[in-house]
Nanobody
Framework: QVQLVESGGGSVQAGDSLRLSCTISQRTVGSYMSWFRQAPGKDREPLAAISWPGTRTTYAASVKGRFTISRDNTKGTVYLQMNSLKPEDTAIYYC????????????????WGQGTQVTVSS
């Protein structure tokens, strides 16, 4: 069973930056990895995805230019660099993995992490 562990969340002020990390326990080769978030009372929202070994990325329009996804395959880790954070970025952030396609659709992902909380204060 593939396990994903997110880290790096926390409480920050508007305008600050955070870098989230997600480490995969096994089957790094061939993995397509992504980040989603879910705010209270809202649906899960896609943010960004990255192919194996990292040559392609895709972003949701809402975060393009502010967030950057990357990966370090030697560590089995994917990152989400978040800049110019806003209060509306407050949510639980999840990473996910599949072995088929670069996608921003949650239904394409097979394994999910437990999430890490990001809180942005004004």
């Amino acid at each position: 069973q593939v396990q994903l562990v997110e880290s790096g969340g926390g409480s920050v002020q508007a305008g600050d930056s955070l870098r989230l990390s997600c480490t995969i326990s096994q089957r790094t080769v061939g993995s397509y990895m992504s980040w989603f978030r879910q705010a209270p009372g809202k649906d899960r929202e896609p943010l960004a995805a990255i192919s194996w070994p990292g040559t392609r990325t895709t972003y949701a329009a809402s975060v393009k230019g502010r967030f950057t996804i990357s990966r370090d395959n030697t560590k089995g880790t994917v990152y989400l660099q978040m800049n110019s954070l806003k209060p509306e970025d407050t949510a639980i952030y999840y990473c996910a993995v599949n072995y088929r396609t670069l996608s921003l659709s949650a239904r394409d992902y097979d394994f999910w992490g437990q999430g890490t909380q990001v809180t942005v204060s004004s």
